[in-house]
DNA sequence: GGAATGACTCTTT
DNA sequence: TAAAGAGCCATTC
């Protein structure tokens, strides 16, 4: 069941993520015990159903920004869940050293 | 067992 | 922060 627990671990981590704050994919994967495994995170997070209860609008890139093509359904649902926790998303991104998470 | 793919990251310019 | 190149992890065919 290893192979179950890293998605366990990620899943766990990104529910770690306090509202109004946001983590970058390397950041999840390293905390999760998968070091180098940022696409990994993605990987999952791709697979996530519509009505699931992951924060998964608070994982962006290590640029700030949200890495979903800018006409997916996604971007504007994680956009508008942001704004919703008071995070301000400049264009297609936020700023960093104001609400990455440091653990 | 090898090649391709992906919501990526890092270092250097 | 932006651009270009190389690297890393796991899944899938």
Redesign the pocket.
Known sequence: MD?ND?EIRLYTVIQGIPAGKVA????I?SLAG??????????V??G?PADTQLP??R??????????PQNSD?FAE?KKRLAEEKVLVCGN?I???EYQWRP
């Open positions: 192979n890293r970058t994919y390397g950041q994967a998968l070091p180098g495994a940022a696409r990994l995170v993605g990987k997070l791709s996530l998964w609008h994982v962006i890139n290590a640029a700030g920004k949200i890495s979903l996604s994680q991104g700023k960093l050293s």
